[in-house]
């Protein structure tokens, strides 16, 4: 599928106003506005306890925010449950993996194709009659991203015995499972080798690129982010303190102190006045 | 209905409600260290009280000898149970530990009457039973040195969890990984307070032997105790105290004021009630901590 | 060969996922469900009406239940109660004249509407505390049974079930009763079975595992876990119905005690959580073993003249039954299923014991 | 678990074992009765010396060479208050040949009340099971032969008239166990209040009865005449020493049939003097039968239990029915010396006993095809620190009243099968 480069108002898949939630006393995201345009990879960065993981469950439904709206594709979905937002077409992975044990990697994809399905007591009562064309119509799908995520040999096994990195690339087929227009993937690549990490970089890009899908990337590893990203929003103490074009987001004084300290920061200021 | 049979009732109630309290201290110890639930805390007074029978009947132990070694007893097999049992509970659902303290409940209601007899067996603590009269009111002895020894318990746990040997109890139950890597030996006070719950539950059981005999029935005081316990709220120690109070005044009241009406013993769901509405209206009890879910 | 995955290849999806894909399954399957249909003209009539009637509903029941507690991972401590309502509202509208066909539905009908009280306690609470509220259900349901004489009827407190007809059959005897209990248990069976290979299934063991997980792919979690109340409270309350009117014959109070969903819950949990044989094996191991044990230790007893008293030979089968379920917990978790399917694999792979799982 | 021999073996031999056949007699020719009984839920406080009178007294009958070249076998077995347990042990003795079946508890009595009349198996109800069952021509093989509840209120009712010679204008309250057997006796109490003019009032209290704490308070302040407990086990117990420590005069108050010597013993012999209760069978070791059981029973070592027992209240119950039972056999052989040895067989036999009294042991006992019950006798007995001493004779009161009751709910049943 070719990418469309404009950024028209109409290409806007997710819109974030002034979002703000806090925890006890302690502000989490105050007044952080994030926008996605169609066809592209946002990369959400930011430090420890910056507010990235809260502002990815308040897009998803998880937290109401305490102020705020953030709209899908036009419709205000701000105080939705997730399963509904889910049924919008977004998908999401989690950052401490999200699988269910007890269920094969098959069952764990087949389950992201929930939205599309229709499941019910009866349908279930008479197996051969109503579900069964469902059900292999919606397999059909799911071994395509089988097939597209490279995951044929452990498709049987339970999900719980298969190695940590290939667990990650089970949950990012289920989330593509759902053929989500909006992809949230919250650090898809924590805890990976370098090989890991290249596999799963390809396979964004490759979604992105085929499966006409937005991203939305939470990602600790720059080098991933400033590769791969269109736009980039740094958060710090739940604020933005930067956004832009990757390279010149990380070039950003307040970034380099968010991540460095100030006095690191000072010192690139300085080697940068001197060059 | 005449005021002084409402306070005859609401004492009575406060006092019943103590010694329900102490079986409920009992679960949420166990509650608090290790966040298991001992459904089988009734049992375990059952068999404290068939305990302390068998060493004052059978060895012919005077009554406080008796008392004690049924203490220094259930204090051990509380801690054998952990030990044999609950140890290996850990990581799997909830449902296995409530299955596991019901199967416990069984054997052990097996095991107290296939070995004394089925009958009700008198426990005699000496208490005289003339009742005590001020002004209008009676009060039942039995009931009012029952409660009272049950308070002394209760607060007497209370104390001991602002010790320093309470502290470390408290740090388990905050977090186990974490207190294990400052040193405290987590198996340790878990067992602890198995022992310790065991212990108490035996008292309970004396305590309700007392008043009503030895047999069977004792287990079926753990629904009131459950009440408590979640009224209360399932890791709060002091909030026993007061949910005791609650729940045995709520039980005396409905009894006299709800009965002639429904013409039932309505006694029989007020605990039942309870739970249902706290767990409806603050899941977490009067006093528990909200645990809150993190993604 | 008749016991070995080795060389069967699956062309089409559905075929990859049937029942039964070994041959040796199949037979198995075939043979028992043979042997079930001819026991009314092989067996005697005591096996057959106090075996393996009792055994049939009690396996659907810890079928209903396990699809809520293995299925989807809520708790439920009150079955027994969600029976009652079933047995009840079906006594009651067949004394006063409803067909039976009706009446069994219409006790599901009542079951699930109740049960979904039980639910809306579940979605406040989960684990332990649904445990809790689930037991409170059953005591405030037992209460009221018992104490509205228009329900227990009256002072005796017993309803006698009329002769009811099935189908144009009368259900009496020990035949068309067993036929009955032998057809709904199928039913609740194959739903059951079907469970493991459905969205529906999925939803709910989505649920079961991580619930906020289940949110975020789209499970609405509130609507699944009222569904999964809905339906096993509806085939607890047809189980009642059928219960009442093919066994018990007379219903009392005192039947559906919190004893009864305690003894379901041991049989789902003994049985394995989440599967179909084990509930079978389950209600088996539940249903007879203090049957078992008292005959044993009464004819043990009386052949060797064995000098205990009364109150240890009839308790030792109590202290037997418990500590049957505490070993069960310590030793095999996963229950009785996981032991069969221990042997089955053995048999799978051999003789290539390393391949085992 | 991984599966290894031990496993097999185990589960193996269990499965053996469980399926002995009935221990062999020695080719004798045998009635069978069957006793499946609660041994470990709720009739426990009752079951174990019941079954041992019951037990001791088919012994001596069977010593003594038993009747016609027959003894009797007497299968005894648990079926801890459970329907689906009692139904297997019905089953299998009506498979076996068994003619009676004595469960000696109300819920299993009620739920196999359909299976006995269908299947002809005399189902024995002693002091329990339905009241209305007292009705041969709608129950015709369920045999209370015994005072219902129904009877024993209508005593207790005439013993305190007797004493008070009237009661207009006093108030009786009623202590009860709030299940259907605790409830049963009210509509007598109510019927006899019309009939003399006293205040009923009742006080029902939660099953098993272990916890009335709020209930004798209210009770002490209803300012009482007389007071009827009417539970069974720990909530006897309990309701006994709650009247003692709220300070009620123990004189005036009265049980019924479910009250023991080891109950009294529970709240204190000396403590608990002057409660009367209601009595079928007398008690103590004076009776003949009592005294031929130690000699012919006990003292050859064949007793079914300890010697402490015998003569215990309960343990009388169970001789009285144990000699009851067997009054029917002797009478079904009288009628039909040659068998068949079926149920409807023994049912003859046991619709037709006269003025059995089991060598005084009991009040006259007879049954009619249509009186179950045996004619509702009883009496009320003192405790006097040591034993219950009677306080009067023999005899039925308001019997008029208790078969208008019984009518009324047999015809239900006939009708509506409630």
């Not at chain 1, 995520?149 to 759902?178: C, Y």
């Not at chain 2, 405290?184 to 108490?200: D, K, Q, S, T």
Request: charge should be positive; glycine fraction near 10%; aromatic fraction near 8%.
């Amino acid at each position: 599928m070719q990418r469309t480069d404009s950024s028209g108002p109409g290409d806007i898949v997710l819109r974030c106003r002034d979002i703000e939630r806090s925890f006890g006393g302690l502000k989490a995201l105050k007044a952080v506005n994030l926008e996605i345009r169609k066809g592209e990879i946002l990369g959400l960065v930011g430090p420890n306890g910056s507010g990235k993981t809260t502002m990815v469950n308040v897009i998803t439904g998880f937290y109401p925010p305490e102020r705020g709206t953030v709209t899908l594709f036009g419709e205000n979905i701000t105080r939705k449950r997730p399963h509904a937002i889910a049924a919008r077409r977004m998908a999401r992975t989690f950052q401490n993996l999200a699988l269910f044990r007890g269920l094969s990697v098959l069952d764990n994809i087949l389950l992201g194709r929930h939205v599309h399905m229709r499941p019910s007591a009866i349908a279930t009562l008479f197996y051969w009659v109503w579900a069964l064309r469902e059900e292999t119509r919606h397999r059909r799908v799911v071994e395509e991203i089988i097939d597209f995520m490279q995951l044929q040999d452990i498709r049987n096994e339970p999900v719980e015995v298969v190695p940590l990195g290939l667990q990650k690339r089970v949950e990012l087929a289920r989330a593509l499972a759902a053929e989500p227009k909006l992809l949230v993937l919250d650090e898809p690549m924590a805890g990976m080798n370098q090989e890991e990490k290249e596999y799963i970089t390809r396979f964004i890009l490759d979604a992105r690129d085929e499966r006409d899908v937005s991203i939305l990337l939470i990602e600790h590893h720059m080098d991933v982010v400033t590769a791969i990203c269109d736009r980039m929003q740094v958060l710090s103490y739940g604020e933005t303190i930067a956004e832009g074009k990757p390279r010149e987001a990380i070039a950003d004084p307040r970034v380099i102190s968010a991540y460095l300290g100030q006095r690191a920061a000072k010192r690139q200021a300085g080697a940068g006045a001197a060059a | 209905m005449d005021f002084i049979l409402l306070c005859e009732l609401a004492i009575s109630g406060v006092l019943v409600g103590l010694m329900y309290g102490l079986i409920a201290l009992g679960i949420v110890l166990i509650y608090k260290t290790s966040g298991l639930a001992n459904l089988a805390q009734g049992a375990l007074a059952m068999a404290g009280g068939y305990a302390t029978v068998a060493f004052a009947t059978l060895a012919g132990l005077p009554m406080w000898a008796a008392i004690i070694a049924a203490l220094a007893l259930m204090w051990l097999g509380g801690m054998l149970i952990e030990r044999v049992m609950l140890r290996r509970m850990i990581g799997q659902p909830v449902i296995m530990v409530i299955m596991l303290t019901l199967g416990l409940e069984i054997f052990l209601r097996g095991v107290g009457p296939g070995l004394f007899g089925s009958a009700v067996k008198p426990l005699d603590l000496g208490i005289r039973q003339a009742p005590i009269i001020i002004g209008d009111i009676l009060i039942n002895r039995a009931y009012l040195i029952g409660g009272a020894i049950s308070a002394l318990l209760i607060i007497a746990t209370i104390a001991l969890f602002n010790s320093q040997i309470g502290v470390r109890m408290r740090a388990v139950s905050d977090d186990q990984t974490a207190s294990w890597s400052v040193g405290i030996r987590v198996e340790r006070m878990i067992a602890i307070a198995w022992g310790l719950a065991a212990a108490l539950a035996t008292a309970a059981g004396i305590l309700w032997g007392s008043v009503q005999g030895v047999d069977w029935s004792l287990s079926l005081l753990l629904m009131k105790a459950l009440a408590i316990s979640i009224l209360g709220g399932l890791d709060s120690i002091a909030g026993v105290l007061l949910a005791a109070v609650v729940v045995g005044v709520a039980e005396s009241l409905a009894t006299g004021i709800l009965d002639p009406l429904v013409g039932g013993g309505t006694r029989d769901i007020v605990a039942s009630v309870i739970i249902l509405m706290t767990l409806l209206v603050r899941p977490y009890g009067l006093f528990g901590r909200e645990h809150i879910e993190r993604v | 060969m008749l016991y070995r995955q080795a060389g069967i290849r699956h062309r089409r999806y559905a075929a990859e996922r049937q029942l039964w894909p070994l041959t040796f399954d199949r037979v198995l399957v075939g043979g028992v469900v043979l042997f079930l249909l001819a026991a009314p003209f092989t067996l005697d009539r005591l096996y057959l009406g106090s075996y393996l009637l009792p055994w049939l509903l009690w396996s659907s029941a810890a079928l209903g239940l396990n699809l809520l507690m293995g299925g989807a991972g809520q708790i439920h401590l009150g079955y027994g109660a969600v029976m009652a309502i079933g047995a009840y509202t079906s006594v009651h509208l067949v004394r006063s004249g409803i067909p039976f066909e009706l009446a069994l539905v219409l006790a599901g009908m009542t079951s699930a509407a109740l049960g979904i009280v039980f639910g809306a306690a579940a979605l406040r609470v989960k684990g332990l505390y649904l445990a809790m509220s689930t037991l409170a259900m059953q005591y405030i349901i037992d209460f009221t049974i018992s104490h509205v004489p228009g329900i227990s009827g009256g002072t005796q407190a017993s309803l006698q079930v009329p002769r009811v007809t099935l189908l144009g059959m009368p259900v009496t005897g020990e035949v068309t009763p067993y036929y009955v209990a032998l057809g709904l248990c199928a039913v609740i069976t194959l739903f059951m079975l079907n469970v493991g290979r459905t969205s529906f299934g999925r939803a709910l063991a989505a649920i079961r595992e991580k619930d906020y997980a289940a949110e975020i792919i789209g499970v609405g979690t509130f609507k699944y876990k009222l569904l999964a109340f809905w339906v096993s409270s509806f085939i607890g309350g047809v189980v009642g119905a059928v219960l009442a009117v093919c066994y018990l014959r007379i219903v009392t109070p005192d039947q559906f005690h919190l004893d009864l969903s305690i003894q379901l819950v041991a049989m789902v949990i003994v049985g394995g959580l989440g599967s179909v044989l084990g509930s079978f094996f389950g209600a088996a191991l539940i249903l007879f073993a203090p049957i078992f044990f008292n005959n044993a230790i009464g004819t043990l007893a009386t052949q060797f003249g064995l000098g205990i008293s009364t109150d240890l030979r009839s308790h030792i089968p109590l202290m037997l039954y418990g500590a049957l379920i505490i070993l069960f917990l310590l030793v095999e978790p996963l229950g009785l299923a996981k032991i069969y399917d221990n042997v089955r694999k053995y048999f799978l792979v051999w003789p290539f014991r390393h391949v085992r799982k | 678990m991984q599966i290894d021999r031990r496993t097999l073996l185990a589960g193996g031999s269990a499965l053996v074992l469980g399926q002995l056949p009935l221990p062999a007699f020695a080719q004798e020719k045998l009635i069978k009765f069957g006793a499946p009984q609660d041994f470990t839920k709720v009739y426990t406080f009752v079951t174990a010396e019941y079954s041992q009178g019951q037990r001791d007294y088919i012994t001596l009958f069977n010593e003594r060479g038993g009747i016609n070249g027959f003894k009797v076998h007497l299968d005894v077995i648990d079926h801890g208050n459970d329907l689906p347990r009692a139904i297997e042990a019905f089953e299998r003795y009506k498979r076996e040949g068994y003619v009676l079946v004595d469960p000696l508890s109300t819920p299993m009595a009620r739920g196999l009340v359909t299976r006995a009349l269908e299947d002809k198996i005399n189902m024995v109800t002693t002091l329990s099971g339905r009241s209305d069952a007292a009705d041969g021509t709608v129950f015709p093989y369920v045999m209370p032969l015994s005072p219902n509840y129904w009877s024993q209120a209508a005593l207790i009712i005439d013993f305190f008239l007797k004493q008070d010679k009237n009661l207009k204008g006093k108030k009786i309250v009623l202590v009860h166990i709030d299940t259907p057997f605790g409830r049963e006796p009210i509509p007598i109490f109510q019927a006899l209040s019309q009939r003399l003019g006293y205040e009923f009032q009742t006080f029902p209290y939660a099953p098993p009865g272990n916890d009335q704490s709020a209930i004798w308070p209210q009770v002490r302040r209803a300012r009482p005449d007389w007071v009827i407990f009417w539970g069974a086990g720990v909530g006897q117990t309990v309701a006994l020493s709650e009247a003692i420590r709220n300070g009620l005069p123990l004189d005036r108050l009265s049980s019924s049939v479910w009250l023991s010597e080891s109950d009294m013993a529970v709240v204190g012999k000396d403590a608990t003097k002057g409660v009367l209760k209601f009595e079928a069978a007398a008690g103590g070791r004076e009776p003949k039968v009592i005294q031929d059981i130690l000699k012919e029973v006990v003292a050859k070592g064949k007793g079914a239990g300890p010697e402490g027992k015998v003569g215990t209240s309960y343990y009388n119950i169970g001789v009285m029915m144990g000699a009851i039972q067997i009054e029917g056999l002797r009478k079904a052989f009288e009628k039909a010396p040659n068998g068949p040895y079926t149920g409807p067989w023994l049912n003859e036999g046991l619709r037709s006993i006269a003025n059995f009294t089991a060598e005084g042991l009991l009040p006259p006992i007879t049954t009619t095809k249509e009186d179950h019950q045996g004619g509702g006798r009883g009496r009320i007995v003192r405790w006097d620190g040591a034993k219950f001493v009677p306080q009067s004779d023999w005899g039925a009161a308001y019997q008029d009243v208790v078969w208008g009751e019984i009518r009324k709910y047999s015809e239900e049943f006939k009708k509506s099968g409630k």
